[in-house]
């Protein structure tokens, strides 16, 4: 291996190394807690070979959010690899049960993408590729009319609400005495996604009633 060869590696290595401490320091303590020096501690590398990675703890903080939702996007769009094309409403499903599994295995990952914000100044949010997975699948339910005439912006944010909140509370609250998590899991994508199916009319076609408030 050529010696510059050996320090790329070596520079990527240790940026893996960063990123892995600092979330896990974020997770622990908090963001206003979190110290570039007590990064290097951890590490055992100097201040400066930490800002030689990141200039400062915002900027290594939106990485690991962005490097989170690339984890989600992933695991979100490889689903459908090698398999076979199922029904909307059941990839719709699949991809719900995707996304509280990924949250459970990858609890860290999630708080960043989800749960950890600091206090900065108010800016536009981001809406992530990973909603964007839903919204489609959302749009394939309403367009070949698996669901009443919804609107598919609502419909996505609500059932994206309904599974960030079953993901949230078996992350945040282990010691609650929970049932089963895949018969939880099941109960709330079920509930949540078979409530906006099309209702079948006497004639065989299918009445797409709005969702209204009352």
Not at 172 to 199: N, S
Request: hydrophobic letters at 40%.
């Amino acid at each position: 291996m050529s010696a510059i060869s050996h320090r790329q590696k070596h520079k990527e290595e240790l940026r893996r190394v960063i990123l892995a401490a600092a979330r896990d320091i974020f997770v622990r303590q908090g963001y206003e807690s979190f110290s570039m020096r007590k990064l290097a501690e951890k590490i055992e590398y100097s201040p400066g070979s930490v800002y030689l990675h990141f200039k400062n703890k915002e900027e290594l903080f939106e990485c690991l959010v962005e490097d989170s939702f690339a984890r989600l996007l992933k695991t979100l769009t490889d689903l459908r690899n090698g398999q076979e094309p199922t029904s909307p409403v059941e990839e719709l499903k699949k991809g719900m049960r995707a996304y509280v599994e990924f949250g459970l295995r990858n609890p860290n990952d999630y708080r960043f993408a989800f749960m950890l914000r600091p206090p900065v100044k108010k800016r536009e949010y981001k809406v992530h590729e990973a909603f964007d997975v839903l919204r489609f699948l959302v749009k394939r339910c309403v367009e070949q009319r698996c669901f009443r005439a919804v609107d598919v912006e609502t419909t996505a944010q609500a059932l994206w609400a309904s599974v960030h909140g079953i993901t949230s509370l078996l992350i945040q609250r282990p010691a609650f005495p929970w049932v089963a998590r895949k018969e939880l899991m099941a109960q709330v994508i079920c509930t949540t996604v078979d409530g906006l199916a099309a209702t079948p009319m006497a004639n065989g076609s299918t009445r797409r009633a709005s969702c209204k408030h009352p």
